[in-house]
């Protein structure tokens, strides 16, 4: 996985998942890539990330309340 790209305790952890644990992702939760949510490339918390299309973002959010969740995105 890549580094955070922006040191803001507001932004949540990106990562741009390896190819491989993209296709397990896909596999597991039985979704096409064209079903999973939209991120831009141009995004600016992704942008260091080098991520290029059909890549496979995976956002960790930290909260006090719900604790942490994991999202995932597709760049277009």
Do not use: C, W
């Not at 990106?14 to 597991?28: G, Q, T, W």
């Not at 959010?61 to 995932?72: C, E, F, L």
Request: charged share 30%; hydrophobic share 35%.
């Amino acid at each position: 996985m890549s580094p955070e790209t922006i040191e803001n305790f507001l932004v949540p952890k990106h990562y741009l998942l390896p190819k491989n644990d993209a296709d397990e992702l896909l596999k597991k939760t039985g979704f096409r890539l064209e079903e999973m949510p939209q991120i831009q490339s141009s995004d600016p918390a992704i942008k260091n990330l080098k991520a290029e299309k059909d890549d496979i973002i995976k956002i960790i959010r930290i909260s006090t309340t719900a604790g942490k969740t994991v999202y995932y995105r597709r760049v277009i």
